[in-house]
């Protein structure tokens, strides 16, 4: 990448609005910084970056700041953590960088129909002041203002017992056999790239796709009533073929389900025990997401592969300079 290159100043321009979009939006807020080494995995056991952390063993990488803040919402209620997060993810797909940076909201006595606002009224807020201070930008990037002007909340909603019936109708109707084999999708699965695009190109703004099965996300998630197969958990995925730009759930507040669920997917009890305790002696309804912010510079730049809206980009091939 040519940094003295004029779409890289608009890009960087761009990225730089929309931070401001987001670090203004619904005051008051609270900013509060989480560790970068972490003693366990938060996301997942097989995308972490791993180091030896003097006589205490080993340390990773963080996948994400929101256990922490977890804490931190007891005093303060609404907050949030921004800053690098770190996954050994071995996709070479052009939505996936291997260090990247995330805006986290926590907020307490919060339901996950609470948190689905909270994130529209965010994505709202940053694609409006982006129109409006990066018109110039966006502009000489060749970006099509006419697809991000109609962002505004609500966004809709889908379920995704209904999203998964919408892929799997999809798939029985396709005739092209290569378009076919993409599609490919049964329930209980995680929704790849060309999954997310379907379900996308229905809407001319993001969409929420809520209710995922719990398997495929992470032990912290909250179960759905009388759906124990079902977690608490939203997507919101942006049209234009650019996907999931946020992610998020309600969390567990009860000491010992949180504690099976740590067992089941085989995690060290001992690594969260500080974790647990925040439950042991009463907790409140509780929720958050995360926003990959070069995968939402991304979207509103228009540009092909995540790559360019970072500097210097890590991916699984690429760590030099």
């Known amino acids: 990448m040519d940094s003295h290159a004029e779409p890289v100043g608009d890009l960087k321009n761009t990225r730089e609005g929309h931070f401001c979009g987001a670090r203004v939006f619904g005051q008051p807020w609270v900013l509060l910084d989480t560790p970068i080494l972490t003693p366990a995995a938060a996301e997942g056991t097989t995308t972490l970056f791993e180091t030896e952390y003097f006589d205490e063993g080993r340390a ?7 256990l922490y803040n977890e804490a931190n ?8 953590c921004f800053g690098p997060t770190f996954r050994a993810e071995k996709s070479k797909t052009r939505r996936h960088l291997t ?3 995330m805006l986290e909201p926590e907020i307490a006595f919060c339901d996950l129909d609470g948190l689905m606002e909270v994130e529209e009224g965010l994505i709202s807020h940053i694609v409006q002041t982006v129109l409006r201070d990066c018109a110039a930008e966006l502009k000489s990037l ?3 203002v006419s697809k991000l002007e109609n962002v505004q909340a609500p966004f809709p909603r889908i379920s995704y017992d209904d999203a998964a019936q919408l892929l799997i109708d999809l798939y029985e109707k396709e005739t ?3 378009k076919k084999d993409l599609l490919k999708f049964e329930w209980g699965m995680d929704f790849g790239a060309p999954h997310e695009t379907e379900i996308t190109q229905r809407y001319d703004k993001p969409v929420f ?9 992470a032990f912290y998630m909250e179960p759905w009533p009388d759906r124990p197969e079902v977690c608490k958990s939203v997507d919101l995925l942006a049209p234009e073929g ?3 730009i946020c992610g998020g759930s309600e969390r567990i507040s009860d000491h010992d389900l949180l504690l099976k669920r740590i067992h089941e997917q085989g995690l060290p009890e001992e690594a969260f025990k500080w974790y647990l305790e925040l439950r042991k002696y009463g907790s409140v309804p509780h929720s958050g997401f995360g926003m990959g912010v070069e995968r939402v510079t991304a979207w509103l730049c228009g540009i092909e592969h995540i790559r360019e809206a970072i500097p210097f980009p890590r991916t699984i091939k690429r760590v030099y300079p």
């Open 60 to 66: 990773y990488l963080a996948q994400t700041g929101q």
């Open 99 to 101: 260090e990247f940076w």
């Open 176 to 178: 092209d056999p290569e």
């Open 209 to 217: 796709v809520y209710g995922y099965p719990s398997a495929v996300k």
């Open 142 to 144: 060749g970006r099509d």
């Open 242 to 244: 650019y996907g999931e």
């Open 73 to 80: 919402i007891f005093s303060f209620g609404k907050v949030y």
